[in-house]
Protein backbone atom coordinates (compact mmCIF):
# COMPACT_ATOMS: atom_id res chain seq x y z
CA UNK A 1 0.00 0.00 0.00
CA UNK A 2 0.95 3.45 -0.90
CA UNK A 3 2.00 6.39 1.55
CA UNK A 4 -1.12 7.88 -0.15
CA UNK A 5 -3.58 5.24 0.16
CA UNK A 6 -2.53 4.08 3.76
CA UNK A 7 -3.47 7.52 4.99
CA UNK A 8 -6.93 7.66 3.17
CA UNK A 9 -7.53 3.83 4.09
CA UNK A 10 -6.89 5.39 7.90
CA UNK A 11 -9.29 7.72 7.36
CA UNK A 12 -11.97 6.02 5.95
CA UNK A 13 -11.81 3.52 9.25
CA UNK A 14 -11.38 6.46 10.63
CA UNK A 15 -8.33 6.97 12.76
CA UNK A 16 -7.44 10.24 13.93
CA UNK A 17 -7.01 12.54 11.52
CA UNK A 18 -4.65 15.28 13.23
CA UNK A 19 -0.71 14.59 14.21
CA UNK A 20 0.83 16.27 16.47
CA UNK A 21 3.22 18.12 14.34
CA UNK A 22 3.46 18.98 10.85
CA UNK A 23 2.71 15.80 8.80
CA UNK A 24 5.92 14.05 7.65
CA UNK A 25 4.56 10.98 5.79
CA UNK A 26 3.67 12.95 2.14
CA UNK A 27 3.95 11.34 -1.08
CA UNK A 28 7.02 10.55 -2.60
CA UNK A 29 9.13 11.13 0.33
CA UNK A 30 10.30 8.65 2.29
CA UNK A 31 8.81 6.50 4.23
CA UNK A 32 9.11 7.93 8.52
CA UNK A 33 12.40 7.27 10.45
CA UNK A 34 12.36 6.17 14.29
CA UNK A 35 14.99 5.32 15.83
CA UNK A 36 14.83 3.38 19.15
CA UNK A 37 18.22 3.78 21.52
CA UNK A 38 18.62 0.97 23.44
CA UNK A 39 18.00 -2.91 22.93
CA UNK A 40 16.58 -3.34 26.65
CA UNK A 41 12.77 -3.87 28.88
CA UNK A 42 11.65 -0.84 27.02
CA UNK A 43 13.74 -0.16 23.59
CA UNK A 44 13.32 -3.75 22.39
CA UNK A 45 9.64 -3.96 23.00
CA UNK A 46 9.13 0.24 21.35
CA UNK A 47 10.80 -1.34 18.43
CA UNK A 48 9.06 -4.30 18.18
CA UNK A 49 5.38 -2.71 18.67
CA UNK A 50 6.54 -0.11 16.48
CA UNK A 51 7.22 -2.37 13.43
CA UNK A 52 4.91 -4.81 14.02
CA UNK A 53 1.81 -1.95 14.22
CA UNK A 54 3.38 0.20 11.76
CA UNK A 55 3.12 -2.71 8.92
CA UNK A 56 6.15 -1.40 7.31
CA UNK A 57 4.95 2.11 6.93
CA UNK A 58 7.65 3.59 9.07
CA UNK A 59 11.47 2.17 8.88
CA UNK A 60 12.18 1.39 12.60
CA UNK A 61 16.17 1.13 13.87
CA UNK A 62 17.20 -0.74 17.11
CA UNK A 63 20.61 0.96 18.08
CA UNK A 64 22.08 -1.53 21.08
CA UNK A 65 25.75 -1.88 22.65
CA UNK A 66 25.44 -5.08 23.26
CA UNK A 67 25.22 -8.29 20.49
CA UNK A 68 22.89 -9.84 23.39
CA UNK A 69 20.86 -8.75 26.29
CA UNK A 70 21.20 -10.32 29.77
CA UNK A 71 17.92 -9.16 31.89
CA UNK A 72 18.83 -7.83 35.35
CA UNK A 73 14.95 -9.78 36.09
CA UNK A 74 16.06 -13.22 37.11
CA UNK A 75 19.21 -12.36 37.66
CA UNK A 76 19.18 -13.06 41.15
CA UNK A 77 17.69 -16.41 40.86
CA UNK A 78 20.77 -17.15 38.77
CA UNK A 79 23.19 -15.90 41.65
CA UNK A 80 20.87 -18.43 43.64
CA UNK A 81 22.04 -21.29 41.31
CA UNK A 82 18.15 -21.58 40.26
CA UNK A 83 18.58 -20.26 36.45
CA UNK A 84 21.39 -20.58 34.17
CA UNK A 85 23.01 -17.85 32.81
CA UNK A 86 21.80 -18.92 28.84
CA UNK A 87 18.59 -19.05 30.20
CA UNK A 88 18.29 -14.82 31.46
CA UNK A 89 20.50 -14.01 28.18
CA UNK A 90 18.48 -13.13 24.60
CA UNK A 91 19.48 -12.74 20.78
CA UNK A 92 17.98 -9.62 18.55
CA UNK A 93 17.69 -12.02 15.82
CA UNK A 94 13.73 -12.29 15.81
CA UNK A 95 13.70 -8.22 15.80
CA UNK A 96 15.66 -8.28 12.43
CA UNK A 97 14.40 -11.28 10.53
CA UNK A 98 10.35 -11.42 11.82
CA UNK A 99 9.94 -7.64 12.58
CA UNK A 100 12.32 -6.23 9.84
CA UNK A 101 13.85 -4.27 12.26
CA UNK A 102 17.23 -2.48 11.44
CA UNK A 103 18.98 -3.61 14.27
CA UNK A 104 22.34 -1.57 14.48
CA UNK A 105 24.84 -2.11 17.04
CA UNK A 106 26.89 0.40 18.12
CA UNK A 107 27.12 3.05 21.19
CA UNK A 108 24.81 6.37 20.65
CA UNK A 109 27.28 8.97 21.68
CA UNK A 110 25.59 11.92 20.93
CA UNK A 111 21.89 13.56 19.84
CA UNK A 112 21.78 16.66 17.71
CA UNK A 113 17.91 17.98 18.34
CA UNK A 114 17.87 21.13 16.19
CA UNK A 115 19.19 17.95 13.02
CA UNK A 116 17.02 15.26 14.44
CA UNK A 117 20.26 12.77 14.24
CA UNK A 118 22.06 10.71 16.20
CA UNK A 119 26.14 9.89 16.58
CA UNK A 120 27.20 6.69 16.83
CA UNK A 121 30.65 5.60 18.27
CA UNK A 122 31.99 4.73 15.19
CA UNK A 123 31.45 8.03 13.70
CA UNK A 124 28.47 6.83 11.45
CA UNK A 125 24.83 9.02 12.22
CA UNK A 126 21.51 8.33 11.83
CA UNK A 127 18.49 10.63 11.09
CA UNK A 128 15.10 10.22 12.60
CA UNK A 129 11.74 11.95 12.86
CA UNK A 130 10.76 10.49 16.21
CA UNK A 131 13.51 9.00 18.32
CA UNK A 132 12.51 6.64 21.36
CA UNK A 133 15.46 6.51 24.11
CA UNK A 134 15.39 3.68 26.84
CA UNK A 135 19.34 3.52 27.87
CA UNK A 136 17.97 2.12 31.41
CA UNK A 137 20.83 3.30 34.64
CA UNK A 138 24.28 4.48 34.76
CA UNK A 139 25.78 3.31 38.00
CA UNK A 140 27.37 6.56 40.21
CA UNK A 141 30.63 5.53 41.14
CA UNK A 142 31.49 8.52 43.46
CA UNK A 143 28.45 8.47 44.57
CA UNK A 144 30.36 5.86 47.67
CA UNK A 145 33.62 7.00 48.57
CA UNK A 146 36.14 4.44 47.98
CA UNK A 147 33.84 2.96 44.66
CA UNK A 148 34.95 2.83 41.76
CA UNK A 149 34.86 1.19 38.27
CA UNK A 150 37.90 -0.29 38.88
CA UNK A 151 36.48 -1.02 42.51
CA UNK A 152 33.94 -2.74 41.17
CA UNK A 153 35.84 -5.42 39.60
CA UNK A 154 36.75 -6.57 43.22
CA UNK A 155 33.27 -5.60 44.81
CA UNK A 156 30.84 -5.87 41.51
CA UNK A 157 27.41 -4.11 41.92
CA UNK A 158 25.66 -6.76 39.62
CA UNK A 159 23.24 -3.54 39.14
CA UNK A 160 23.57 -4.07 35.35
CA UNK A 161 23.65 -7.79 33.69
CA UNK A 162 25.79 -9.17 31.88
CA UNK A 163 29.82 -9.63 33.17
CA UNK A 164 28.81 -7.87 36.36
CA UNK A 165 26.37 -10.43 37.15
CA UNK A 166 29.12 -13.32 36.11
CA UNK A 167 31.74 -11.69 38.89
CA UNK A 168 29.41 -11.53 41.60
CA UNK A 169 28.28 -15.02 40.87
CA UNK A 170 31.70 -16.92 40.52
CA UNK A 171 32.78 -14.46 43.42
CA UNK A 172 29.59 -16.41 45.86
CA UNK A 173 30.31 -19.49 44.68
CA UNK A 174 34.14 -19.39 45.84
CA UNK A 175 32.73 -18.74 49.09
CA UNK A 176 33.12 -21.26 52.05
CA UNK A 177 30.91 -21.81 54.84
CA UNK A 178 31.36 -19.33 57.13
CA UNK A 179 32.45 -16.40 55.00
CA UNK A 180 29.71 -13.61 54.38
CA UNK A 181 29.11 -11.33 52.34
CA UNK A 182 28.18 -7.18 52.94
CA UNK A 183 25.72 -5.87 50.32
CA UNK A 184 25.29 -1.84 50.52
CA UNK A 185 21.81 -1.19 49.24
CA UNK A 186 21.20 1.95 46.70
CA UNK A 187 19.04 5.02 48.16
CA UNK A 188 15.94 5.58 45.85
CA UNK A 189 15.17 5.75 43.29
CA UNK A 190 16.63 3.07 41.64
CA UNK A 191 15.64 -0.13 39.14
CA UNK A 192 13.92 -2.80 40.95
CA UNK A 193 12.72 -1.61 44.09
CA UNK A 194 12.97 -4.97 45.93
CA UNK A 195 15.50 -6.21 44.35
CA UNK A 196 18.32 -5.99 46.42
CA UNK A 197 16.54 -7.64 49.29
CA UNK A 198 15.81 -10.39 46.43
CA UNK A 199 19.38 -10.42 46.01
CA UNK A 200 19.77 -11.59 49.55
CA UNK A 201 17.34 -13.73 49.52
CA UNK A 202 18.90 -15.81 46.61
CA UNK A 203 22.57 -15.57 48.63
CA UNK A 204 21.28 -16.96 51.28
CA UNK A 205 19.05 -20.04 49.25
CA UNK A 206 22.57 -20.63 47.78
CA UNK A 207 24.33 -20.74 51.23
CA UNK A 208 21.39 -23.28 52.64
CA UNK A 209 21.66 -25.46 49.33
CA UNK A 210 25.70 -25.73 50.20
CA UNK A 211 25.14 -26.67 53.92
CA UNK A 212 27.33 -23.47 54.74
CA UNK A 213 25.12 -22.61 57.68
CA UNK A 214 27.95 -20.18 59.04
CA UNK A 215 27.67 -18.05 56.43
CA UNK A 216 25.85 -14.71 56.49
CA UNK A 217 24.83 -11.79 54.85
CA UNK A 218 24.60 -8.20 56.17
CA UNK A 219 22.73 -5.33 54.28
CA UNK A 220 23.42 -1.63 55.28
CA UNK A 221 20.88 0.06 53.72
CA UNK A 222 21.15 4.24 53.45
CA UNK A 223 17.18 3.96 53.41
CA UNK A 224 14.86 3.45 56.74
CA UNK A 225 12.39 1.04 55.13
CA UNK A 226 11.77 -0.85 51.60
CA UNK A 227 10.01 -2.67 49.23
CA UNK A 228 7.99 -5.61 50.82
CA UNK A 229 9.76 -5.35 53.79
CA UNK A 230 7.32 -7.10 55.76
CA UNK A 231 7.33 -10.11 53.34
CA UNK A 232 10.97 -10.49 53.25
CA UNK A 233 11.38 -10.02 56.77
CA UNK A 234 8.92 -13.09 57.40
CA UNK A 235 10.50 -14.94 54.45
CA UNK A 236 14.30 -14.69 55.53
CA UNK A 237 12.95 -15.84 59.64
CA UNK A 238 11.45 -18.62 58.04
CA UNK A 239 13.87 -20.08 55.40
CA UNK A 240 17.23 -18.44 57.25
CA UNK A 241 16.91 -18.18 60.68
CA UNK A 242 19.87 -15.73 61.72
CA UNK A 243 21.62 -15.68 58.39
CA UNK A 244 20.70 -12.05 57.38
CA UNK A 245 20.60 -9.08 58.60
CA UNK A 246 19.24 -5.66 57.73
CA UNK A 247 21.13 -2.49 59.52
CA UNK A 248 18.48 0.39 58.70
CA UNK A 249 20.22 3.92 59.04
CA UNK A 250 19.42 4.65 62.24
CA UNK A 251 21.40 1.70 63.64
CA UNK A 252 24.61 2.48 61.07
CA UNK A 253 24.07 6.69 61.44
CA UNK A 254 25.48 7.01 57.92
CA UNK A 255 27.63 5.24 54.96
CA UNK A 256 30.58 7.28 55.19
CA UNK A 257 32.66 4.88 52.66
CA UNK A 258 33.99 1.65 51.27
CA UNK A 259 37.46 0.38 51.10
CA UNK A 260 37.54 -2.76 48.64
CA UNK A 261 40.93 -4.05 49.28
CA UNK A 262 40.18 -4.48 52.79
CA UNK A 263 36.79 -5.54 52.13
CA UNK A 264 35.43 -2.96 54.79
CA UNK A 265 32.22 -0.61 54.94
CA UNK A 266 32.88 2.16 56.99
CA UNK A 267 29.76 3.32 58.63
CA UNK A 268 29.20 6.51 61.44
CA UNK A 269 28.47 3.51 63.88
CA UNK A 270 30.97 0.62 63.34
CA UNK A 271 33.10 -0.52 60.41
CA UNK A 272 31.59 -3.81 58.52
CA UNK A 273 33.90 -6.40 57.13
CA UNK A 274 32.79 -8.45 54.36
CA UNK A 275 34.73 -11.70 52.78
CA UNK A 276 32.49 -10.01 49.56
CA UNK A 277 31.48 -6.61 49.31
CA UNK A 278 28.57 -6.34 47.01
CA UNK A 279 28.24 -2.37 46.62
CA UNK A 280 24.94 -0.99 45.06
CA UNK A 281 25.09 2.68 44.57
CA UNK A 282 23.58 5.44 43.49
CA UNK A 283 21.99 5.31 39.80
CA UNK A 284 21.11 7.66 37.26
CA UNK A 285 19.97 7.65 33.68
CA UNK A 286 21.93 6.22 31.12
CA UNK A 287 24.15 9.07 29.43
CA UNK A 288 22.71 9.57 26.35
CA UNK A 289 19.83 11.71 28.16
CA UNK A 290 22.09 13.67 30.07
CA UNK A 291 24.36 14.72 26.45
CA UNK A 292 21.13 15.37 24.86
CA UNK A 293 19.75 17.24 27.79
CA UNK A 294 16.86 15.84 28.47
CA UNK A 295 17.09 15.51 32.34
CA UNK A 296 15.94 17.55 35.14
CA UNK A 297 17.98 18.31 38.68
CA UNK A 298 17.37 14.66 39.36
CA UNK A 299 19.56 12.99 37.21
CA UNK A 300 16.27 11.40 35.33
CA UNK A 301 13.92 12.57 32.56
CA UNK A 302 10.34 14.28 32.88
CA UNK A 303 8.04 13.09 30.44
CA UNK A 304 4.35 13.61 29.39
CA UNK A 305 2.51 11.51 31.31
CA UNK A 306 -0.47 10.65 28.70
CA UNK A 307 2.07 9.67 26.14
CA UNK A 308 6.12 9.00 27.32
CA UNK A 309 7.04 11.75 25.36
CA UNK A 310 9.93 13.97 26.75
CA UNK A 311 8.63 17.45 27.94
CA UNK A 312 11.77 19.39 26.43
CA UNK A 313 11.46 17.46 22.65
CA UNK A 314 8.04 16.52 21.02
CA UNK A 315 10.21 14.69 18.87
CA UNK A 316 12.00 12.45 21.59
CA UNK A 317 10.23 9.67 23.93
CA UNK A 318 11.93 8.31 27.13
CA UNK A 319 11.28 5.00 28.98
CA UNK A 320 12.03 2.64 31.50
CA UNK A 321 14.61 3.32 34.25
CA UNK A 322 15.80 6.86 32.52
CA UNK A 323 12.91 8.13 32.90
CA UNK A 324 10.68 9.85 35.77
CA UNK A 325 7.25 7.81 35.79
CA UNK A 326 5.30 9.00 38.45
CA UNK A 327 3.97 5.94 40.87
CA UNK A 328 5.29 3.29 38.19
CA UNK A 329 8.50 2.27 40.18
CA UNK A 330 11.79 1.51 37.98
CA UNK A 331 11.26 -2.12 36.57
CA UNK A 332 11.44 -4.28 33.57
CA UNK A 333 7.67 -4.76 33.38
CA UNK A 334 7.25 -1.22 33.79
CA UNK A 335 10.08 -0.29 31.02
CA UNK A 336 7.72 -2.95 28.74
CA UNK A 337 4.64 -1.12 29.56
CA UNK A 338 5.50 2.18 28.59
CA UNK A 339 6.77 0.91 25.64
CA UNK A 340 3.41 0.42 24.24
CA UNK A 341 2.33 3.59 25.06
CA UNK A 342 5.35 5.49 23.28
CA UNK A 343 5.16 3.69 20.47
CA UNK A 344 1.27 4.40 19.88
CA UNK A 345 1.97 7.93 20.09
CA UNK A 346 4.83 7.80 17.58
CA UNK A 347 2.35 5.92 15.03
CA UNK A 348 0.00 7.97 16.00
CA UNK A 349 2.33 11.28 15.15
CA UNK A 350 4.15 9.92 12.09
CA UNK A 351 1.00 7.53 10.47
CA UNK A 352 -1.76 9.25 12.16
CA UNK A 353 -2.93 5.67 13.61
CA UNK A 354 -5.00 6.56 16.21
CA UNK A 355 -4.48 6.65 20.11
CA UNK A 356 -6.06 6.11 23.15
CA UNK A 357 -5.48 7.41 26.92
CA UNK A 358 -2.72 5.98 28.53
CA UNK A 359 -2.85 2.94 30.61
CA UNK A 360 0.13 1.36 32.11
CA UNK A 361 0.52 -1.87 34.44
CA UNK A 362 3.47 -3.06 36.27
CA UNK A 363 4.12 -6.55 38.80
CA UNK A 364 7.29 -7.10 40.37
CA UNK A 365 7.72 -10.68 42.00
CA UNK A 366 10.30 -11.80 43.92
CA UNK A 367 11.65 -15.24 45.00
CA UNK A 368 12.71 -15.75 48.98
CA UNK A 369 13.26 -19.36 48.79
CA UNK A 370 12.33 -22.45 47.15
CA UNK A 371 8.53 -21.99 45.70
CA UNK A 372 8.07 -19.27 47.76
CA UNK A 373 7.48 -15.92 45.40
CA UNK A 374 5.96 -12.76 46.90
CA UNK A 375 4.38 -10.25 44.64
CA UNK A 376 3.24 -6.34 44.32
CA UNK A 377 1.78 -4.33 41.29
CA UNK A 378 -0.80 -1.93 39.93
CA UNK A 379 -2.28 -0.74 36.85
CA UNK A 380 -1.94 2.86 36.17
CA UNK A 381 -3.12 5.97 34.50
CA UNK A 382 -2.16 9.72 33.38
CA UNK A 383 -4.01 11.53 36.05
CA UNK A 384 -3.85 14.98 36.52
CA UNK A 385 -0.07 15.14 34.61
CA UNK A 386 1.31 11.97 36.72
CA UNK A 387 1.54 8.01 36.30
CA UNK A 388 -1.01 7.50 39.67
CA UNK A 389 -1.85 3.66 39.90
CA UNK A 390 -5.77 2.88 40.04
CA UNK A 391 -5.72 -0.41 41.52
CA UNK A 392 -2.60 -1.92 43.64
CA UNK A 393 -2.30 -5.50 44.89
CA UNK A 394 0.46 -7.25 47.35
CA UNK A 395 0.77 -10.41 48.80
CA UNK A 396 -0.05 -10.78 51.92
CA UNK A 397 2.27 -12.32 55.26
CA UNK A 398 1.40 -16.04 56.50
CA UNK A 399 0.08 -16.78 53.38
CA UNK A 400 -0.13 -20.68 53.21
CA UNK A 401 2.41 -22.28 50.92
CA UNK A 402 0.36 -23.23 47.56
CA UNK A 403 -0.33 -19.42 47.75
CA UNK A 404 3.78 -18.86 46.85
CA UNK A 405 4.17 -21.48 44.85
CA UNK A 406 1.39 -20.23 42.48
CA UNK A 407 3.14 -17.05 43.16
CA UNK A 408 6.83 -18.22 42.26
CA UNK A 409 4.88 -20.58 39.23
CA UNK A 410 3.57 -16.73 38.00
CA UNK A 411 6.89 -15.32 37.81
CA UNK A 412 8.39 -18.15 35.74
CA UNK A 413 5.38 -18.54 33.40
CA UNK A 414 5.81 -14.37 32.68
CA UNK A 415 9.31 -14.27 32.68
CA UNK A 416 8.64 -16.38 29.10
CA UNK A 417 5.93 -14.33 27.78
CA UNK A 418 7.77 -10.97 28.77
CA UNK A 419 10.95 -12.05 27.19
CA UNK A 420 8.98 -12.71 24.05
CA UNK A 421 7.00 -9.65 24.15
CA UNK A 422 10.03 -7.88 24.18
CA UNK A 423 12.15 -9.70 22.18
CA UNK A 424 10.15 -11.12 19.35
CA UNK B 1 -13.78 -24.52 37.17
CA UNK B 2 -17.21 -25.29 39.46
CA UNK B 3 -17.63 -21.40 39.97
CA UNK B 4 -17.57 -20.73 36.00
CA UNK B 5 -19.64 -23.72 35.34
CA UNK B 6 -22.51 -22.69 37.94
CA UNK B 7 -22.20 -18.73 36.35
CA UNK B 8 -22.58 -19.76 32.77
CA UNK B 9 -25.88 -21.38 34.05
CA UNK B 10 -26.69 -18.09 35.85
CA UNK B 11 -25.96 -16.39 32.12
CA UNK B 12 -27.95 -18.54 30.30
CA UNK B 13 -30.66 -19.24 32.67
CA UNK B 14 -31.07 -15.72 33.78
CA UNK B 15 -35.28 -15.83 34.30
CA UNK B 16 -34.91 -18.64 36.59
CA UNK B 17 -32.36 -16.77 38.34
CA UNK B 18 -34.73 -13.61 38.37
CA UNK B 19 -37.34 -15.34 40.44
CA UNK B 20 -35.02 -16.50 43.27
CA UNK B 21 -33.98 -12.63 43.23
CA UNK B 22 -37.75 -11.98 43.86
CA UNK B 23 -37.83 -14.83 46.65
CA UNK B 24 -35.12 -16.07 48.12
CA UNK B 25 -32.17 -13.49 48.36
CA UNK B 26 -28.98 -14.77 49.97
CA UNK B 27 -26.20 -12.58 49.32
CA UNK B 28 -24.30 -15.26 46.65
CA UNK B 29 -27.40 -15.05 44.39
CA UNK B 30 -27.65 -11.81 44.27
CA UNK B 31 -24.65 -10.86 43.02
CA UNK B 32 -24.86 -13.90 40.64
CA UNK B 33 -27.56 -12.09 39.04
CA UNK B 34 -26.06 -8.76 38.94
CA UNK B 35 -23.21 -10.28 37.10
CA UNK B 36 -25.34 -11.89 34.67
CA UNK B 37 -26.86 -9.21 34.25
CA UNK B 38 -23.54 -7.32 33.34
CA UNK B 39 -22.14 -9.76 31.28
CA UNK B 40 -25.50 -9.63 29.27
CA UNK B 41 -25.51 -5.97 29.13
CA UNK B 42 -21.78 -5.64 28.23
CA UNK B 43 -22.23 -8.21 25.10
CA UNK B 44 -24.76 -6.76 23.86
CA UNK B 45 -22.99 -2.75 23.35
CA UNK B 46 -20.51 -2.56 20.18
CA UNK B 47 -17.14 -3.10 21.11
CA UNK B 48 -14.06 -1.20 19.42
CA UNK B 49 -11.54 -3.71 18.48
CA UNK B 50 -8.75 -0.96 17.80
CA UNK B 51 -9.28 -0.40 21.90
CA UNK B 52 -9.23 -3.98 22.59
CA UNK B 53 -6.43 -4.14 20.79
CA UNK B 54 -4.40 -1.30 22.63
CA UNK B 55 -6.10 -2.50 25.94
CA UNK B 56 -4.70 -5.76 25.13
CA UNK B 57 -1.00 -4.76 24.86
CA UNK B 58 -0.79 -4.43 28.74
CA UNK B 59 -2.54 -8.21 28.92
CA UNK B 60 0.78 -9.58 26.54
CA UNK B 61 3.45 -8.62 29.22
CA UNK B 62 1.93 -11.69 30.95
CA UNK B 63 -0.19 -13.73 28.09
CA UNK B 64 1.69 -14.95 25.70
CA UNK B 65 -0.22 -16.14 22.60
CA UNK B 66 1.86 -19.47 22.12
CA UNK B 67 3.03 -22.53 23.99
CA UNK B 68 2.16 -20.98 27.26
CA UNK B 69 1.88 -23.83 29.87
CA UNK B 70 1.59 -23.07 33.88
CA UNK B 71 0.01 -20.68 35.69
CA UNK B 72 -1.06 -17.94 32.99
CA UNK B 73 -3.69 -19.50 31.01
CA UNK B 74 -3.52 -18.62 27.20
CA UNK B 75 -6.76 -15.75 27.04
CA UNK B 76 -6.19 -15.92 23.35
CA UNK B 77 -8.99 -17.06 21.13
CA UNK B 78 -11.28 -17.63 24.06
CA UNK B 79 -15.00 -16.63 23.39
CA UNK B 80 -16.28 -13.07 24.53
CA UNK B 81 -18.66 -14.44 26.75
CA UNK B 82 -15.38 -16.53 28.63
CA UNK B 83 -13.58 -13.65 28.44
CA UNK B 84 -16.20 -11.35 29.88
CA UNK B 85 -17.49 -13.76 33.06
CA UNK B 86 -13.62 -14.10 34.08
CA UNK B 87 -12.99 -10.57 34.11
CA UNK B 88 -16.14 -9.92 36.00
CA UNK B 89 -15.65 -12.50 38.30
CA UNK B 90 -11.74 -11.56 39.17
CA UNK B 91 -13.32 -8.02 39.45
CA UNK B 92 -16.10 -9.39 41.94
CA UNK B 93 -13.89 -11.52 43.68
CA UNK B 94 -15.62 -14.74 42.75
CA UNK B 95 -12.14 -15.60 41.36
CA UNK B 96 -9.29 -15.40 43.62
CA UNK B 97 -5.89 -14.40 42.13
CA UNK B 98 -4.94 -10.93 43.45
CA UNK B 99 -3.11 -9.96 40.28
CA UNK B 100 -6.36 -10.51 38.17
CA UNK B 101 -8.59 -8.93 40.86
CA UNK B 102 -6.59 -5.47 40.77
CA UNK B 103 -6.05 -5.80 36.95
CA UNK B 104 -9.81 -6.31 36.40
CA UNK B 105 -10.87 -3.72 39.04
CA UNK B 106 -8.92 -1.08 37.38
CA UNK B 107 -11.44 -2.04 34.03
CA UNK B 108 -14.58 -0.18 33.05
CA UNK B 109 -17.34 -2.52 31.10
CA UNK B 110 -16.64 -0.68 27.79
CA UNK B 111 -13.07 -1.69 28.28
CA UNK B 112 -13.91 -5.55 28.90
CA UNK B 113 -16.40 -5.55 25.79
CA UNK B 114 -13.40 -4.16 23.60
CA UNK B 115 -10.99 -6.90 25.15
CA UNK B 116 -12.89 -9.53 25.09
CA UNK B 117 -14.51 -9.36 21.42
CA UNK B 118 -10.47 -8.48 20.52
CA UNK B 119 -9.04 -12.04 22.22
CA UNK B 120 -11.83 -13.60 21.00
CA UNK B 121 -10.76 -13.00 17.41
CA UNK B 122 -7.05 -13.87 18.14
C1 LIG C 1 18.97 -7.46 40.35
C2 LIG C 1 17.82 -6.91 39.57
C3 LIG C 1 16.63 -7.61 39.51
C4 LIG C 1 15.56 -7.13 38.79
N1 LIG C 1 14.40 -7.85 38.77
C5 LIG C 1 13.35 -7.37 38.08
C6 LIG C 1 12.14 -8.11 38.03
O1 LIG C 1 12.02 -9.20 38.61
N2 LIG C 1 11.10 -7.61 37.32
C7 LIG C 1 11.21 -6.43 36.64
O2 LIG C 1 10.23 -6.05 36.00
N3 LIG C 1 12.35 -5.70 36.68
C8 LIG C 1 13.41 -6.14 37.37
N4 LIG C 1 14.58 -5.41 37.39
C9 LIG C 1 14.61 -4.06 36.77
C10 LIG C 1 14.85 -4.09 35.27
O3 LIG C 1 15.98 -4.83 34.94
C11 LIG C 1 14.99 -2.69 34.71
O4 LIG C 1 14.06 -1.84 35.31
C12 LIG C 1 14.78 -2.70 33.20
O5 LIG C 1 15.79 -3.45 32.59
C13 LIG C 1 14.70 -1.29 32.63
O6 LIG C 1 14.56 -1.33 31.25
P1 LIG C 1 15.24 -0.18 30.37
O7 LIG C 1 14.79 -0.41 28.98
O8 LIG C 1 15.01 1.13 30.99
O9 LIG C 1 16.80 -0.45 30.52
P2 LIG C 1 17.71 -1.81 30.19
O10 LIG C 1 16.82 -2.97 30.20
O11 LIG C 1 18.83 -1.70 31.09
O12 LIG C 1 18.13 -1.54 28.69
C14 LIG C 1 19.00 -0.52 28.34
C15 LIG C 1 19.81 -0.97 27.12
O13 LIG C 1 20.33 0.16 26.46
C16 LIG C 1 21.63 -0.08 26.05
N5 LIG C 1 22.25 1.25 25.95
C17 LIG C 1 22.31 2.21 26.92
N6 LIG C 1 22.86 3.33 26.43
C18 LIG C 1 23.13 3.09 25.12
C19 LIG C 1 23.69 3.87 24.10
N7 LIG C 1 24.09 5.14 24.31
N8 LIG C 1 23.85 3.33 22.86
C20 LIG C 1 23.47 2.03 22.63
N9 LIG C 1 22.92 1.25 23.57
C21 LIG C 1 22.76 1.77 24.81
C22 LIG C 1 22.21 -0.99 27.11
O14 LIG C 1 23.28 -1.77 26.58
C23 LIG C 1 20.99 -1.84 27.48
O15 LIG C 1 20.93 -3.03 26.72
C24 LIG C 1 15.68 -5.89 38.10
C25 LIG C 1 16.87 -5.18 38.15
C26 LIG C 1 17.94 -5.67 38.88
C27 LIG C 1 19.22 -4.91 38.90
Redesign the pocket.
Known amino acids: MSNFSRRQFAKAIGLSAAAISAPINVIGQAKPKVVV?????????AARYTALNSQGAVDVTL????KT?T??????LYLGGVRDFNSITHKFDSLAKNYNINVVH????TVNRAARTIQ??DGSELDYDRLIL????DIVFDSISGYSKEAAEIAPH????GPQ?QLLKAKLDALKNGDNVVMVAPPNPY??P???Y??VSMMAHLFKSKGMMDSTITIIDPKPKFSKQGLFIEGWQKHYPGMIEWISPDIHGGIVGVDVTAGTVETDFDTFEGTLLNI?PKQQA???VHQAELVNESGYCEIDSDSMRSVLDENIFI?????IAGAM????????SQ?KIASMHVLGDLINRKTFPARYA?????MIGTNDGVKVGASYESVDGEIASTSTFISQAGEDSDTRQTTFEE?LNW?DS?TKDIFG | MLLRNKCIGVAVGITVCLSCFAGDTSEESLSEVRLATRIDSILKEKSDIFYGEFLAAQCASCHSKNENTGAIPIIHGQSKLDLTQALLEYQNELRTNAIMQSIAGALSDEDIGALALYFSKQ
Not at chain 1, 134 to 137: A, K, L, R, Y
Open positions: VGGGAGGATVENSYSCFFSNGLAKLASPGIAWQATRCPGPERIGAILGDACPKSGFSANANTCWSSYI
